[in-house]
C-alpha cells in the first residue's frame, strides 16, 4: 500500500505561485512514475504533469513554461511549483504514483484557487 497526502494549495491572485507538495508512504519501491492531475468544478481530470523512473519529466501544454514538478532524493515527497497562476489553473490537484502491476495510488487533492 502507498499513502500520499497533498498540501500548499491555497486562494492567490493571478500572477501569483504555489507551491504543492505530496508525501509519499508506505510500499514506494519500484515506482514507475510519479505525477500531477487537476480537476476543476464540472470538469473531467486532466494530466499536468509527471516524473518517470529515469527522471524524464513531461507536461500539458498549458503548464509549460510555468510549472515545474521535482521530487527529493528518496521519493518520498513531489512538488509542483507553479508560477503565473491563472484562473484557468483553479481547481483540486492530486499526486498520482504509479506502481507496475498495481492500480495507481492517489491522494486526497489539495484546492488551488485563483482570482483574477
Known amino acids: 500500500q502507498v499513502q500520499l497526502v497533498e498540501s500548499g494549495g491555497g486562494l492567490v491572485q493571478a500572477g501569483e505561485s504555489l507551491r504543492l507538495s505530496c508525501e509519499i508512504s508506505?510500499?514506494?519501491?519500484?515506482?514507475?512514475?510519479m505525477g500531477w492531475y487537476r480537476q476543476g468544478q464540472g470538469k473531467q481530470r486532466e494530466f499536468v504533469a509527471s516524473?518517470?523512473?529515469?527522471?524524464?519529466?513531461n507536461y500539458v501544454d498549458a503548464a509549460k513554461g510555468r510549472f515545474t514538478i521535482s521530487r527529493d532524493n528518496a521519493k518520498t515527497t513531489l512538488y509542483l511549483q507553479m508560477n503565473g497562476l491563472q484562473p484557468e489553473d483553479t481547481g483540486v490537484y492530486f499526486c498520482?504514483?504509479?506502481?507496475?502491476?498495481?492500480?495507481?495510488?492517489w491522494g486526497q487533492g489539495t484546492q488551488v484557487t485563483v482570482s483574477s
Open positions: 516524473i518517470l523512473r529515469g527522471g524524464v519529466k
Open positions: 508506505g510500499n514506494i519501491f519500484n515506482v514507475d512514475s
Open positions: 498520482v504514483v504509479r506502481i507496475p502491476n498495481q492500480p495507481g495510488y
